[in-house]
């Protein structure tokens, strides 16, 4: 299966899926960095579909993923996003982040936060903006910790 084809099945297997709970919506699809991003508009079922922390976004997006990889599909990497929640809880984390940012760069000392995955490649991107900052994360599995720390310039 080819990139666009990898896109329209992966599209149509979630609405697919959906369907099977009764959600008929359209899933719009597109790709960004070689991730499938699969949008879900928002329906009464929401709350369903999210789950606590996500844990059933996540599970849908490992399910299309599976297929994708069982089809041989160009791009098998899948964002399933319900009713804007994921873009909304960047934006949340990114305004946390600022501060978490500006804390360090006031006191000189590093950060660590507990965060999830998705979660710290938002700092992370958010960090590149700062020449003064560094992220990196420590750590295995739900151990993993973000640091954010001030760069040391040292004279010469």
Do not use: C
Request: no cysteine; glycine share 6%; net charge negative.
């Amino acid at each position: 299966m080819n990139k666009d084809e990898s896109i329209r099945f992966a599209a149509k297997y979630l609405e697919d899926l959906l369907s099977f709970f009764g959600i008929n919506v359209a899933v719009y699809s597109t790709i960004d960095d070689e991730v499938i991003q699969l949008s879900v508009p928002s329906t009464s079922l929401n709350s369903l579909l999210i789950g606590k922390n996500a844990d059933n976004l996540r599970a849908l997006q490992h399910i299309v993923q599976a297929a994708l990889i069982a089809r041989g599909g160009e791009v098998t990497r899948v964002n399933v996003d319900v009713a804007d929640y994921k873009r909304q809880r960047a934006d949340r984390i990114s305004d946390k982040a600022e501060g978490w940012i500006k804390r360090v760069r006031e006191t000189g000392e590093p950060m660590r936060i507990d965060l999830n995955a998705a979660d710290r490649r938002v700092v992370h991107k958010l960090a590149e903006d700062y020449s003064d900052i560094t992220t990196h994360s420590e750590g295995e599995g739900r151990e993993r910790q973000l640091i954010i720390e001030k760069i040391k310039i040292t004279e010469e």
